[in-house]
């Protein structure tokens, strides 16, 4: 694993099952979802055929763990870096910063999720995109919050919302360890971008 | 199809070629490139299993063809959008508006090649990354030719420069047909949004 693979997984027990997540998101980001066997995974883990069944038992239900862990995580991180902002302009830095840094961190998996969320089944995909539905409300809240106490200068609040979410999810795709900015400067750099597309005095 | 399906194809001949890369489009999208088959792509067309060898060799073949076209298209595009631009400002704003509506019109082609990249074979790869590095340049030289005029107020060119060609790319992942806003909205937005990333007065 070429990322942090830090806190987002550490949740997951027993270890086989967290063995067998990190096996198929490396899989799912070499072969793509469908392009996958069960086979692939097992073998990625060090595992016998037959063992995925104990954990999982479907690879879409591989696929709708990841995207759960994926997206509690982005929210978890999203929450935790406004709560120290004592206005809209440091609440917002702090919230482009760590969702900018989230996506260069986890990139490998934030791209299988971005590419593959529509191989989830119905009643999976509901519950994912209700997480994404929290995330985008929380991100043009916080922009709404700037613009009506008069820090942000914006016409078109759902565009510049998209806009901030745009850039920090596009990390993922073209983010690269060995390149030559570290994700806490990406971060910066795309929170000092943020209040420039928000017109912040 | 749902997207505009209009010049970007119209070069290839004979008919059946198009018909090809049209499904293959199709397919990939749905399922992946590792998850299609060339059955799928042959069914797609409406053509025999055999069609396919006449005039794709290979499934990497149909790729490369799909990914020459969709980056022949886009450096087109935004040569054709600056050269009307009389000044830093204006060619930005022209450049950005065609990025982005190009990315909202052609949206699924666009999100295939960006999911499906890392299939190509190593030659075709090394083609398709010289196109990728023309359009990357292209947007440096633009941004950079501003802020030596003194139109822009960057002290970040690369990262501005990505962050205006992430927006513009990122377009292909969230638009949908049935959203509220057009491409050329989407165009007008972003070509604002840019001259606030890039400090223009």
């Not at 060090?46 to 239900?61: E, F, I, Q, R, W």
């Not at 509690?72 to 709560?83: F, G, I, P, Q």
């Amino acid at each position: 694993m070429t990322e942090d693979t830090g806190d987002m997984w550490v949740t997951v027990t027993p270890e086989a099952s967290r063995r067998l997540l990190l096996a198929a998101v490396d899989s799912f980001a070499e072969r793509g979802y469908h392009g996958t066997s069960t086979r692939h995974i097992t073998a990625g883990a060090g595992m016998s055929a037959g063992a995925l069944y104990v954990h999982y038992p479907t690879k879409a239900d591989l696929l709708f763990q990841i995207a759960l862990l994926v997206h509690d995580s982005v929210l978890r991180t999203l929450h935790e870096a406004v709560a120290a902002g004592t206005g809209p302009p440091q609440r917002v830095r702090a919230l482009m910063y760590a969702f900018s840094a989230w996506h260069a961190r986890h990139h490998r998996a934030a791209r299988v999720i971005q590419n593959e969320l529509g191989a989830l089944g119905p009643e999976h995909a509901a519950q994912i995109a209700d997480l994404r539905r929290r995330v985008r409300e929380m991100i043009l809240a916080e922009v709404g919050a700037g613009a009506a106490s008069g820090d942000f200068d914006v016409a078109d609040l759902p565009g510049a919302a998209r806009a901030l979410s745009s850039l920090a999810i596009d990390v993922c795709r073209w983010y690269r360890p060995e390149g030559p900015r570290t994700p806490d400067e990406i971060g910066a750099f795309y929170a000092h971008t943020a209040m420039r597309i928000l017109g912040a005095g």
